[in-house]
């Protein structure tokens, strides 16, 4: 079984419509993470969180917020979903002091 | 000038060749140095770390210049499951921080 799952894979949806997508792990790890990934542009954070209790804004959280609702599972939602928030997104794990992020494989997100 | 900046390729190779890409980065002061493989429309997988020393593993070899500010990962005797893109990854991250800046990514595919 995958180490870090994220539901659901596949998603289109329309403009305004709320939606959350989920992610959860059973590596253990502390630290998780969540990016998207356009064509051009590479990863880009959105937010992370380094414990149940801390929650951080990345690069791009505009139009977005997460849960930490345990250590083992981090979601993000889109409060109301633009046609711009079309993307790829990936969840990640860590430990702290260790680099290596373990990747979810992702979830294909259409807004129309 | 963009943080980090790769090549987006694609690097077309015939078998059992060498290859070579490199990764400029902009913050003098980037803590660490990583390379990420990435097939299509899969996640993201390390590959391998890069040491200030220089670090080889089988074909894989990568540099870390300071100096100029960048990394290089080189394969030897390419195979066709090396096709895949290529991230460059620099954490500017200091002490209770997290900056991983992820590249744009270089595309190889390696012809039979």
């Known amino acids: 079984d995958a180490d870090v799952t994220q539901t659901p894979r596949n998603r289109i949806t329309k403009t305004g419509k709320r939606i959350m997508l989920e992610c959860s792990q059973t590596?253990?790890?502390?630290?998780m993470y969540w990016y998207r990934q356009d064509p051009g542009l590479g990863l880009r954070l959105i937010y992370y969180?380094?414990?149940?209790?801390?929650?951080n804004k990345g690069e791009i959280s505009d139009g977005y917020s997460v849960s930490r609702q345990a250590q083992a599972k981090f979601s993000l939602s889109l409060e109301s979903a633009i046609p711009n928030q079309t993307a790829l997104y990936f969840c990640a794990t860590s430990q702290p002091g260790i680099y290596e992020q373990y990747f979810g494989p992702g979830t294909r997100l259409t807004v129309t | 000038r963009k943080e980090v900046e790769q090549d987006p390729g694609p690097f077309n190779v015939p078998e059992g060749a060498t290859v070579a890409f490199n990764c400029t980065y902009s913050n003098s002061a980037s803590q660490s140095f990583f390379w990420y493989r990435q097939d299509c429309r899969k996640e993201p997988k390390l590959l391998m770390s890069?040491?200030?020393s220089g670090n080889e593993d089988g074909r894989f070899t990568a540099q870390l210049n300071r100096a100029s500010q960048y990394i290089s990962l080189l394969i030897r005797d390419s195979k066709l499951s090396d096709s895949a893109t290529y991230l460059c990854?620099?954490?500017?991250?200091?002490?209770?921080?997290?900056?991983?800046?992820f590249g744009t990514g270089t595309r190889l595919k390696v012809l039979a």
């Open positions: 890069v040491y200030s």
């Open positions: 969180s380094f414990d149940v209790k801390d929650i």
């Open positions: 990854v620099v954490n500017e991250a200091t002490s209770g921080t997290y900056k991983y800046i």
């Open positions: 590596k253990g790890h502390d630290r």
